[in-house]
Nanobody, 115 residues
Framework: QVQLVESGGGLVQPGGSLRLSCAAS????????MSWYRQAPGKERELVAS???????YYADSVKGRFTISRDDAKNTVYLQMNSLKPEDTAIYYC?????????WGQGTQVTVSS
């Protein structure tokens, strides 16, 4: 059974940091492109960052220089280190795994940036 379980969300003040984790099981994690998406209230889901099987990364312009995506294939886990958080980063953050036509999503974790 395929599972993607996100954790690490919460409430943080502007300028603070959080580290999200997404633990995968039920598929060959190392052969999938892993991504983080987010969806704010009333907005469409958007791509935040992705990391390929070889470690190549992509970041949305809005998070470049503040967020870092990484993966540990030995632990079947992808991470999102989020620094210098802003109120506009408030959203539900989702983990996504893709290999060809195979697509899996996690259930999401809430991140709220507020003073």
């Amino acid at each position: 059974q395929v599972q993607l379980v996100e954790s690490g969300g919460g409430l943080v003040q502007p300028g603070g940091s959080l580290r999200l984790s997404c633990a995968a099981s039920g598929f060959t994690f190392s052969s999938y492109v892993m991504s983080w998406y987010r969806q704010a209230p009333g907005k469409e889901r958007e791509l935040v960052a992705s990391i390929g099987t070889g470690g190549t990364t992509y970041y949305a312009d809005s998070v470049k220089g503040r967020f870092t995506i990484s993966r540990d294939d030995a632990k079947n886990t992808v991470y999102l280190q989020m620094n210098s958080l802003k109120p506009e980063d408030t959203a539900i953050y989702y983990c996504k795994a893709v290999r060809g036509k195979e697509i899996y999503w996690g259930q999401g974790t809430q991140v709220t940036v507020s003073s």
